[in-house]
């Protein structure tokens, strides 16, 4: 069964940093596309940062220079480092896995809040 659980979420001041987790099981993670996306209150859900199984990375435009993904193989895991952190920022962050560009899966999601 595959599971990706996310975490690092919560309420942190305009300006700040915060980093998210998303470790995943049951699944060949070295074969994964992975990606964040956020879905803020009344809105749908937007795509935010991506990486590739060899490591490239592709950013919203609105978070490129703020937000940096990465991923740990030996940890199956994937990191979203958040910094500046905006108030627009607030959102339901998910993680999202796709294997082989057929098979998609998705985290709980965390919550991030950003007080100005």
């Known amino acids: 069964q595959v599971q990706l659980v996310e975490s690092g979420g919560g309420l942190v001041q305009a300006g700040g940093s915060l980093r998210l987790s998303c470790a995943a099981s049951?699944?060949?993670?070295?074969?994964?596309?992975l990606g964040w996306y956020r879905q803020a209150p009344g809105k749908q859900r937007e795509w935010v940062a991506s990486?590739?199984?060899?490591?490239?990375?592709n950013y919203l435009s609105s978070v490129k220079g703020r937000f940096t993904i990465s991923r740990d193989n030996a940890k199956n895991t994937v990191y979203l480092q958040m910094n500046s952190l905006k108030p627009e920022d607030t959102a339901v962050y998910y993680c999202n896995a796709v294997l082989r560009g057929v098979w998609s899966y998705w985290g709980k999601g965390t919550l991030i809040t950003i007080s100005s």
């Open positions: 049951g699944i060949s993670f070295s074969d994964l596309a």
């Open positions: 990486i590739t199984s060899i490591g490239s990375t």
